[in-house]
């Protein structure tokens, strides 16, 4: 059974930075895509990015270009996202998502970002 445990989450003034990094257990994490995703109160959650197993690049939402990055890293079985220039707009709720098992994949449970002044 895949795991995935997000962290890096926290309330930032706007502009400021954060970097959220997800965890992924097991052995199959090299051969998945991986995905970032958000989920705001009231609204439905929404693909910030999404990276290739062989690091090809998928943005998501237009709101997040240019600020926000995915990366990975198949030695520690990470993912990342830098988040620049924030603003409360990006208030959500952030998801981590392996494709595997296929097709549904599995989430990891979040990680709040809340960004005020």
């Known amino acids: 059974q895949v795991q995935l445990v997000e962290s890096g989450g926290g309330l930032v003034q706007p502009g400021g930075s954060l970097r959220l990094s997800c965890v992924v257990s097991?052995?199959?994490?090299?051969?998945?895509?991986m995905s970032w995703y958000r989920q705001a109160p009231g609204k439905e959650r929404e693909l910030v990015a999404a990276?290739?197993?062989?690091?090809?690049?998928?943005k998501g939402v237009d709101s997040v270009k240019g600020r926000f990055t995915i990366s990975r890293d198949n030695a520690k079985s990470s993912v990342y996202l830098q988040m620049n220039s924030l603003k409360p707009e990006d208030t959500a709720v952030y998801y981590c998502?392996?494709?595997?098992?296929?097709?549904?994949?599995?989430w990891g449970r979040g990680t709040q970002v809340a960004v005020s002044s």
């Open positions: 998502h392996t494709s595997f098992p296929y097709p549904e994949g599995s």
């Open positions: 097991g052995d199959t994490f090299s051969v998945s895509s």
């Open positions: 990276i290739t197993s062989a690091g090809g690049i998928h």
